[in-house]
């Protein structure tokens, strides 16, 4: 009976509180409870169009250098009544090959109108949409977004999250003033708080001096 009972509780454990994760990660929601989440690859709303290997709950995993800058970013955005909300972050490596073998598939184009519209799926590779390894998979980098706390909307960024064009860049041409404006509101409080932006994605941010700069982590989101 014993022997039983503390298996149940166990389980129990297990279940409620997650896996144990690596040295180093966290989850943000155990950090701040405040930011908001849409971990888009947990569901169908991503470029492929169904949940992708290796996301198998909706919560944010991140290091723990990055859950603490990233509250730092929320602690700012908190006073000007708005929230950071996060798409990505920690992913497995299983994920990265997930998309790999979807962009094999020339055919497989189900969200093409909504993410690459105006990309051949044949050149996702070649143009660096796609790549064999990401540094999401290191555990610091996220994507993300802000949103109001009064409303919930996501601020006009010009672009949906994860669109494969020059729309993502940094700043296009073809964005309106108040889009600019958001996207470096977004821009500046990430890099005033260490984290590196990438020019060809509003969205992306890497944390300067990260953790573990060469390991590549698998480990499943649950």
């Known amino acids: 009976m014993k022997k039983t009972l503390s298996f149940f509780i166990f389980f129990i454990t297990l279940f409620s509180f997650g896996q144990n994760l690596p040295d180093g990660f966290v989850y943000l929601s155990d950090v701040d409870k405040t930011i908001q989440k849409e971990l888009r690859y947990f569901s169908n709303n991503n470029f492929i169009g ?3 290997d ?22 700012s955005l908190l006073k000007e009544g708005l929230s950071l909300k996060i798409f990505d972050a920690y992913r497995p ?6 998309f790999v073998r979807w962009a094999k598939i020339l055919e497989d184009t189900l969200m093409k109108k909504q993410y ?12 660096g949409y796609i790549a064999s390894r990401s540094g999401h998979s290191r555990g610091s980098t996220v994507d ?18 994860d669109f494969f064009g020059i729309q993502s860049h940094y ?29 060809n994605e509003w969205w992306h ?18």
């Open 50 to 52: 169904k949940p992708i």
């Open 144 to 161: 993300l977004t802000i949103v109001s706390t009064k409303t919930g909307k996501e601020l006009d960024m010009g672009s949906s999250y």
């Open 205 to 222: 941010f890497t944390l300067r001096n990260e953790p573990y700069p060469t390991t590549y982590f698998n480990f499943p989101i649950e």
């Open 116 to 127: 690459y519209p105006s990309v051949p799926k044949s050149q996702l590779f070649k143009r």
């Open 93 to 98: 490596q299983q994920a990265v090959n997930h």
């Open 54 to 75: 290796g996301y198998h709950k909706n919560c944010i995993i991140v290091t723990q250098a990055s859950a603490n800058a990233l509250v730092k970013v929320q602690e």
């Open 171 to 199: 700043i296009p041409k073809n964005i309106s003033k108040e889009q600019q404006k958001n996207r470096l509101l977004l821009r500046n409080i990430m890099t005033q708080n260490n984290f590196r932006p990438y020019k």
